[in-house]
């Protein structure tokens, strides 16, 4: 069955908000992409995704990176297609996947950058304790940092999501799966003390946990802003962001002794490779400290 480009990407944009429950960033940068295969698709006289071969996708990925486009933007949108051409394959509206023989372009893995474990105490410490923002903003940094949480997670975590006695969170990450994490004694009692008093103070209008200071919905951007304020405040390293909490936490736990598969349920990482890159950074930590404290090094 023929179908165009237009009804196919409408189909297909349907499809991974609602059934596959992918984020509204994720299913606007797959449209984007996959907007931009179309367009060039159309300059060579194809009308529908059936018209496409391996040569097209060959030919567009090429002329991004003609463009400028970096090599992990690349590699997403050959992800976009392939998942695009899973579905219409699957819907019938194509025999093939033309970018089925293609490699995934090369992407360098930079070792995450991490904070010590004074930084992240010296920022805590930065967060006033006599106000309810600043409750507020303690027991934020204090969860991030205690259970690894990626900004939206902490964005969207429900007052049914905490359970502070004996302490831990119930999380909803990519895809809306949920993953048990302990929090922590300190985060846990900073927790307890700002749903007590700092966030009644805030006249919460909806039921998540870290609110604005009109109580809505506290925002990604708003939660980069405090983390670099406070960042700035205590010395810390440039740059400093929600996800270098999230490297800091994974990376002081196995540079602790904890187990990897453990690691990995807490972070809620699909694929265990993707938890291995902080068994770098630890082995790089080991060898820095290698170089700077043995006599003979």
């Known amino acids: 069955m023929a179908i165009d480009f237009d009804r196919a990407l409408d189909l297909f944009a349907a ?20 907007l931009r295969l179309f367009a060039s ?8 995704p059936a018209d496409l071969g391996p040569r097209h996708i060959t030919d567009h990925l090429l002329a991004l990176a003609d463009a400028g486009v970096g090599a992990r933007s690349r590699a997403r949108a050959l992800s976009a297609i392939r998942s695009f051409y ?5 819907e019938r509206y194509a025999d093939a996947d033309p970018s089925a023989t293609l490699d995934s372009p090369r992407i360098p893995r930079p070792l995450p950058v991490v904070l010590g474990v004074a930084d992240i105490d010296a920022m805590l410490a930065e967060a006033p304790d006599d106000t309810a923002l600043g409750m ?11 259970a690894g949480l990626r900004v939206s997670e902490v964005c969207t975590l429900h007052t049914a999501d905490l359970s502070l006695d004996p302490g831990h969170v119930r999380v909803t990450g990519k895809g809306q799966k949920q993953r048990l994490v302990p929090l922590g004694d300190i985060a846990r009692d900073l927790c307890r003390r700002y749903l007590e008093d700092g966030r009644p103070r805030l006249r919460p209008r909806v039921d998540h946990v870290f609110v604005s200071r009109t109580g809505g919905s506290l925002s990604r951007q708003a939660v980069w802003r405090r983390v670099r304020h406070y960042a700035r405040c205590a010395g810390a390293a440039a740059g400093t962001s929600p996800h270098k ?14 187990d990897l598969r453990a690691v990995q349920v807490m972070l809620g990482h699909a694929d265990i490779s993707t ?3 902080y068994t770098h950074v630890s082995r790089a930590r080991i060898l820095d400290l290698y170089m700077n404290h043995h006599p003979r090094a």
Do not use: N, Q
């Not at 903003?137 to 205690?146: F, W």
């Open 15 to 34: 499809h991974i908000k609602v059934e596959r429950a992918l984020s509204p960033h994720t299913v606007d940068g797959y449209v984007r992409d996959l």
């Open 41 to 48: 698709a159309r300059e060579r006289g194809a009308s529908g």
């Open 86 to 90: 899973r579905f219409i394959i699957a």
């Open 136 to 146: 507020r903003d303690s027991a934020l940094l204090a969860t991030m940092y205690a």
């Open 245 to 258: 909490l999230r490297h800091s936490f994974a990376t002081h736990l196995l540079e602790g002794g904890a």
């Open 275 to 277: 938890t291995e890159i």
